[in-house]
């Protein structure tokens, strides 16, 4: 495992600042294409402001995600506003408050004179960027995602079939039979998915499966012990009807033949390990693109320094920081997602000229849509509180001193419980206010009590501290496809590119009303597995939200309060050329600047269906052909 870390370091420095393309962020957007590049031959710069852990255990057991968003080494942590109104704000059991001794408080009813910081909004501002610390769940969106987008700006490769094309491409299926239809077998990405025994050797477990199977209708699958009927082993079966298919589902993830997690960050080590005229820098913070008088983006300037984003967790004003520049002689792509690139782009004197004034920044191109249009899916959990202890984890103890077997299991054979997420299934379902009467609900199951994303210094008593605790609670997480709210905003606070930008969500702002109801949908479906769960006979009860919420009013009010996400897109959004907020063309083209292109999350005009990372990685592999393609016509 150090060869890959000795690897990517080796290629640190080189004397010749000038490159083809210079890319920078090493997440699912930059990572691989900034490898695409290099494998056809061009000399490619990738800058990233983090480090290489990629060889940290955190990184490699999938069970240890929870570790990785909590590693400070790893971690970029934004402090986020979902209401401008701080009463209905401040009614989140999530937010963070600083307290006037300079301790941090989570929750409500914080000390007398705290002040509220935000929701904390875990990145990962490493190599590999968020797909280093996220569930890696791969799931192809809908259908719609992609003709959206052909039919916002009229390009028709666009369109969903061609754009299966780059899933095959970059799939390496680790558990189908070779030659299934809609699936790669010899892609870069390996797709694996936790071991079934596991899931149907915990009663409880196999219990909440059936209820599953009951809750949606159907009955006959439901009475089986075998985890392959009870939940269908393809979530990513390319059939006609995919979109409007309520059902139970095995949960599929990011991880290789050795049970080891697998990244954009790992994609990237492989490019070095090949040798492709690849250059990767850490610790190296772009503060701004470089635009001629032509209007042409020509190379980055950027900060080398550790810890000098104010994210970063140890991040210090004072912490110093070397500038460096480096050139393009072709082009210049941005893949620092959605928080990071708008604030990129900004800085460049690229964005809405009123807020580029306001900070003394110099006027390039008056583009009103950098930074708006933030949008995510928005999620709340159900959590049930069953009469046993969930024994998924208990083999995962060692006596002090000893090897914990569960990690054992997983190095000598890449199996076991630490070889799986702990998340063991999926439920999708359509809601009464679903979009295009397409699935819109993705319900995500575990046995533990899952309130969101909590900072580690979360200091819950009472209630949460046992809800949280507990060995016997199973959470649903009710999460929301296709939102419509597009009222947040990323904007700068200052003109210092080591400050973090403001970023404000604005839940329910547009279609609030059917947001709420779509998610009110979700819980009631939840709390319908529960009660259909077989044997228990009523000894399960709901422990959050809890009984006490069981008019429609009261969930919908909950919605509110506690909905949390962790998807966030579409801050420079791809859009027609009638559309005066988008930031790119359908080639990823930044308007009005030659050389430079935004990939990542952040080029999405809607949040892509369930879980997105697989779209990026597609939206990534589309890029590079794109790319490519333009270098070949000059
Ligand atoms: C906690 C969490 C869990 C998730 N779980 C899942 C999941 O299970 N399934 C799923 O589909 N999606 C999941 N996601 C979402 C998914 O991980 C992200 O949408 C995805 O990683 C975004 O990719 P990106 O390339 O746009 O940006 P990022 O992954 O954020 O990568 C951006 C990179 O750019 C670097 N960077 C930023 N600014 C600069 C700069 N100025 N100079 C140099 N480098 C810079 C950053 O350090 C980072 O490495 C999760 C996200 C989070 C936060």
New binding site residues.
């Given amino acids: 495992m150090d060869s890959f870390k000795q690897l990517s370091i080796r290629s640190w420095s080189t004397e010749d600042d000038t490159f083809d393309y210079i890319v920078?962020?090493?997440?699912?957007?930059?990572?691989p294409v900034a490898v695409n590049l290099a494998e056809a031959g061009y000399s490619v710069l990738l800058?990233?402001?983090?480090q290489n852990l990629t060889s940290e255990y955190s990184q490699l057991v999938p069970a240890l995600i929870g570790e990785a968003?909590w590693d400070e080494a790893q971690g970029?942590w934004f402090y986020t506003s979902d209401y401008s109104n701080s009463t209905q704000t401040a009614r989140n059991d999530k937010l963070v408050w600083l307290q006037p001794d300079g301790e941090y408080w989570v929750g409500q009813n914080p000390p007398e004179g705290s002040t509220q910081l935000g929701v904390w909004?875990?990145?990962?501002?490493?190599?590999?960027?968020?797909?280093t610390?996220?569930?890696?769940?791969?799931?192809r969106p809908s259908n719609w995602d992609w003709d959206n987008i052909a039919n916002l700006t009229g390009d028709e490769s666009w369109g969903h079939d061609l754009m299966l094309t780059y899933f095959e491409r970059l799939e390496r299926n680790l558990f189908l039979p070779p030659g299934t239809p809609g699936h790669g077998f010899s892609g870069y990405q390996p797709v694996g998915r936790g071991d079934k025994s596991l899931f149907e050797k915990e009663p409880q477990l196999l219990a909440i499966t059936q209820g599953s199977a009951v809750a949606l209708g159907f009955t006959a699958r439901s009475a089986s012990t075998d985890y392959n009927v009870l939940a269908k082993p393809d979530i990513n079966e390319p059939l006609p009807d995919r979109d409007f298919q309520n059902d139970v589902y095995q949960i599929s993830?990011k991880k290789d033949e050795r049970g080891r997690r697998f990244s954009?960050g790992s994609r990237v080590n492989q490019g070095v390990e090949k040798g492709l005229p690849l250059t990767v820098r850490f610790n190296?913070?772009?503060?701004k693109v470089q635009i001629n008088d032509d209007l042409r983006a020509t190379g980055v300037e950027?900060l080398e320094g550790e810890s000098i984003?104010m994210a970063d967790p140890r991040a210090l004003k004072n912490n110093t920081a070397t500038p460096r520049t480096a050139t393009a002689k072709r082009e210049v792509i941005v893949?620092?997602?959605?928080?990071?690139?708008p604030?990129?782009l900004l800085l460049s004197g690229i964005g809405p000229a009123d807020e580029l004034n306001k900070h003394d920044i110099p006027v390039v191109v008056d583009l009103p849509g950098v930074g708006r249009n933030l949008r995510d899916h928005y999620e709340v959990p159900v959590i049930q509180e069953f009469p046993n202890n969930f024994t998924f984890w208990d083999s995962c103890v060692a006596p002090e001193g000893q090897v914990n077997p569960c990690f054992q299991e997983w190095e000598t054979n890449g199996t076991g419980p630490w070889s799986t997420l702990g998340f063991d299934k999926f439920v999708l379902a359509t809601s009464s206010v679903a979009p295009r009467g397409e699935r819109d609900l993705i319900l995500y199951g575990a046995p533990d009590g899952i309130l969101g994303?909590l900072p580690p210094y979360t200091n819950y008593t009472g209630h949460l501290a046992d809800v949280t605790a507990a060995s016997n609670v199973y959470t649903y997480t009710v999460s929301e496809s296709h939102p419509r709210n597009q009222a947040g905003a990323i904007t700068l606070r200052t003109a210092n590119?080591r400050d973090v930008p403001e970023i404000k969500f604005e839940y329910f702002t547009d279609g609030g009303d059917d947001d709420v109801q779509g998610l009110v949908d979700g819980i009631v479906l939840a709390r319908s597995i529960f009660s259909s769960v077989p044997g228990l006979n009523g000894t399960t009860q709901e422990v959050y939200p809890g009984p006490e919420y069981s008019t429609q009013e009261q969930l919908r009010q909950f919605v509110r309060d506690q909905a949390f996400g962790?998807?966030?897109?579409s801050t420079a959004a791809i859009g027609g050329d009638d559309d005066p907020l988008a930031v790119l063309d359908s080639r990823f083209r930044v308007r009005g600047v030659q050389g430079l292109r935004v990939v990542?999350?952040?080029a999405f005009p809607v949040t892509p269906g369930t879980?997105?990372?697989?779209?990026?990685f597609m939206l990534s592999e589309k890029a590079s052909d794109a790319i490519l393609e333009d270098a070949a016509a000059v």
């Avoid at 800058?47 to 983090?50: D, H, I, Y």
């Fill in positions: 920078v962020g090493t997440g699912p957007g930059g990572g800058l990233e402001a983090g968003q970029w909004y875990p990145r990962a501002g490493t190599l590999g960027g968020c797909d610390h996220n569930g890696g769940l791969t799931v993830f954009s190296s913070l772009v503060t950027y984003y893949s620092g997602g959605t928080f990071n690139t604030q990129i994303h590119p962790h998807h966030a897109s990542d999350m952040s879980f997105p990372l697989i779209s990026i």
